[in-house]
């Protein structure tokens, strides 16, 4: 029972995270590749405040937020200055700086060794130090954030979002600052993923650079692809995919010397064969 109910709290993690980027790749057509750098500045911001501080978890989550959109929002100036290949290319970029940052400012982060010992949340006296109790938790700010999510595509500022995917030069003939939407798009992503890194920090109760690397980016940029592009209820099978499949694949019976690489294999052979045959993934409804 403990085994499905860590990987409910990895999906309700994956389910924020992708709703974030959702919101960027899918309904504004910015192929953003630094979605992992703004995971784990959510989680070390966490995890530095409950290990060194007096602060709440629930206090920590607020200010990672905060801390991640300022981040973002210095960041996205930069990046607006790209489009395209080279807007993905440069956002990779900022990607290897934070995770270089992780890794080598050792008198915050302790580098390479990690930051363990961090505490589980506390609300008026009772502890989600059960995993059943931190599923709820998850699953909580999850259906949160896919509400926001749904909220902003479905108002007029979503819908300028859209107009930008498909025709920013059109829109900005109508006036709109499409610099703006943007910059607002890219922080609001930013600071979901915050909330996501928060979760796992205090879930997991010790993290290191290498849970923030590429690797992870491109983990959560597949999720929105194979859910679809554009589609919230998208994210949702995305990520109930691929946590499930590599757990799945563990009792296909490969043998033991080669049973790692061996799902490695079907894993990436599953994704060509979904790219080829589904680009717009399940329910997608814009093609990247």
Known sequence: MDYFIHL???????????AGLNLLVGYTGLL???????????????????????????SSVILGIFVTMITAFLVGIVLSKF??????LASLGFNIIVFSAFLNWQDLTKGPLGIPGISRPELFGFS?????????????????????SKFIINSSFGRVLKAIREDE?????FGYNTQFYKLAIFVISAGMA??????FASYI????PSSFYIIESIFILTIIIIGGLANMRGVL?????????PEALRFVGFPSDIAAQMRQVVYGLILVLLMLYRPKGFLGEYDL
């Open 8 to 18: 409910g709290i990895l999906f309700a993690i994956y389910v924020i995270l992708g």
């Open 32 to 58: 953003s590749v630094t979605h992992a750098a703004f995971y784990g500045i959510g989680a070390y911001t966490t995890a530095i405040l409950l290990t060194q501080t007096g602060f709440g978890f629930f």
């Open 205 to 208: 109760t010790f993290i290191d």
């Open 169 to 173: 030069k059109a829109i900005q003939v």
């Open 83 to 88: 489009k395209d290949d080279y807007y993905a």
């Open 237 to 245: 099978l995305g990520a109930l995919f691929l946590i499930l499949l």
């Open 194 to 199: 915050s909330v996501a890194g928060s979760l």
């Open 128 to 148: 989600f130090s059960s995993n059943i109790s931190y599923f709820v938790l998850a699953i909580l700010f999850a259906g949160l954030i896919y509400f926001i």
